[in-house]
């Protein structure tokens, strides 16, 4: 049975940083391409960051110079560091497997900047 249980989400200021973290089971992790993807409130989810099985990246536009995407393949997990942050960032923040698995989804962790 997979499983991906994200954390790390929170309440911040703008300009403020998060670590989100992704902890994955019943997959073969470090073959895994991985992404995290993002839903705002009455919104699409949209993908936010993508990292290979060997550890190329990519970021959405609005994201680039302020997010890292990272991995950790003897923990099964995926990082996103998220510096910098505006209010257009707050979403709930989910990861998953690259292609998407509609099977995957976690419940995601919640992100909200605000002053």
């Known amino acids: 049975q997979v499983q991906l249980v994200e954390s790390g989400g929170g309440l911040v200021q703008p300009g403020g940083s998060l670590r989100l973290s992704c902890a994955a089971s019943g997959i073969i992790f470090s073959l895994s391409a991985m992404g995290w993807y993002r839903q705002a409130p009455g919104k699409q989810r949209e993908l936010v960051a993508t990292?290979?099985?060997?550890?190329?990246?990519n970021y959405r536009d609005s994201v680039k110079g302020r997010f890292t995407i990272s991995r950790d393949n003897a923990k099964n997990t995926v990082y996103l560091q998220m510096n910098s942050l505006r209010p257009e960032d707050t979403a709930v923040y989910y990861c998953?497997?690259?292609?998407?698995?509609?099977?995957?989804w976690g419940q995601g962790t919640q992100v909200t900047v605000s002053s």
């Open positions: 998953n497997v690259i292609p998407t698995s509609p099977g995957y």
């Open positions: 990292i290979t099985s060997s550890s190329f990246t």
